[in-house]
């Protein structure tokens, strides 16, 4: 015969309360991941709502200067040594001085339209700041880095690059003003730069002078000069992705926090009526009982042995 084992190996007793009280922690937990993805996806897209602003603004500031008729550099620089503002990016000014053809600085990693390229930056020893303006000539002596565009680098950019010679002597120079770069911590080769902050090009060249804060893209000299360098490309007006990206992490806080809601609330409410033992034949109230959770079943083999055993035991004399 088959023996039966304990009362307590074949079901595991699980209160009300037990299931009350874990359905509510995962309620909870729930809950708490909720509200920590809500304010993380918040923040995210504030992030890019921040980034739109201020790409709107660049924008806007481009739309304003780069067009605009051109001014003496002393009107929008008064101060050499003094930053420009962004307000002032991409203006316009004239300026006369005389390149310093020897000091040619290549900068590199600036690739135009796909393309390797290293930019031309010539200093240019300034003879007048305001060259439409009575009185004696302005920042004299001042050296404002021109980037006069690009020539490509070469099979492998390792070989010496041929740059077009800009203008001799006295020239009239018109260039659209921008900030001056950080200065790089990355060492480059002889006459190169990584960065075109002035004073780290001055360095480059070898040109002992008091630089401008800020530099000039070339638009157009006076004389000519013989050969033209490639032109710098104009500055991007595509506002971006930063809008819909700020959105779309906003509709994720939303949504995570609505789904992890839910959520908690079926685990809260799932208890409510917990499954009690069977009810009487006669119509009786439930037992109270709870539900016990089932051995688990029997395999095949345990069948067969059971059976086998029963089989001996009716074959054994009395």
Partial sequence: MTSTPPAGDDVLRLTPADLRADARRRAVGLVVVGIVVAVVCTFLGRWQWHRHVARDAAIAVVETNYSAAPVDLADVVPDPAATLPDAD?????????????????????????????????????????????????ADA??????????????????????VPA????????????????????????????????????????????APYAAYGSLVSEVPAPDVALGTLAAPSTDPG???????????????GLVAFSVSARREWTGTAALPLGPTPTGGGPADPTPARRPRRARGRD?????????????????
């Fill in 241 to 255: 992705s930063h809008l819909s990206y700020a959105f779309q992490w906003w509709v994720f806080a939303l949504g």
């Fill in 166 to 209: 800009p203008p001799a002597g006295d020239v009239a120079v018109t260039v659209r003003l921008r900030p001056g770069e950080s200065p790089s911590t990355r060492t480059a080769p002889a006459g190169q730069a990584h960065s075109i902050a002035p004073a780290q090009v001055l360095a480059a060249g070898g040109v002992d002078g």
């Fill in 89 to 137: 990016a991409w203006r316009s000014v004239e300026v006369r001085g005389q390149y310093l053809v020897d000091a040619t600085v290549l900068l590199r990693n600036r690739p135009v339209d796909g393309t390797p390229a290293y930019h031309a930056l010539v200093p240019l020893l300034v003879t007048d700041a305001a060259p439409g303006a009575f009185g004696p000539p």
């Fill in 302 to 318: 345990e069948i067969d042995e059971d059976a086998e055993i029963d089989a001996q035991e009716a074959a054994r004399p009395l």
């Fill in 141 to 162: 002596g001042r050296v404002l880095v021109v980037d006069r565009g690009w020539v490509p680098t070469g099979a492998d950019g390792s070989a010496d690059v041929d």
